[in-house]
């Protein structure tokens, strides 16, 4: 995985692009983590992962854009929940700014 992974606009992606978005996207739909599909593909990071997914989502017809960022929204609604149970104020605050950016991402996709 190059380290422009998750990178690349829409109108400039590759076929092998396209094609690893369209991987990244089943996989998610699947229930894996990305930590699991960063492994799958070869990315470094998780966040690399979720990078491709957000890109691959953003090629997708409105329609379906729309039904896989309300299923990812979900996702991490259930992440945040568990993160605010942290009882270590600075690690639980660091870590939900870390969750409204990914929210921030997938919304600008």
């Known amino acids: 995985m190059s380290a422009r992974a998750g990178s690349s606009s829409a109108s ?3 076929t092998k692009e396209r094609q ?12 894996r983590s990305f930590a699991e599909i960063a492994k799958e ?3 470094k990071r998780s966040l690399d992962a ?7 989502t953003a090629r997708r017809p409105a329609a379906e854009r729309k039904k896989l960022r309300a299923e990812e929204n979900k996702r991490l609604d259930v992440l945040e929940r568990r993160m605010r149970q942290n009882g270590d104020a600075e690690e639980r605050d660091r870590k939900l700014a870390s969750v409204q950016r ?3 991402r997938l ?3």
């Open 102 to 104: 990914l929210r921030q």
């Open 50 to 56: 979720f990078g491709v997914f957000v890109d691959a």
């Open 41 to 43: 593909i070869g990315a």
């Open 12 to 14: 400039t992606a590759s």
């Open 107 to 109: 919304a600008a996709s």
């Open 20 to 31: 690893v978005g369209d991987r990244v996207i089943a996989l998610r739909s699947e229930g």
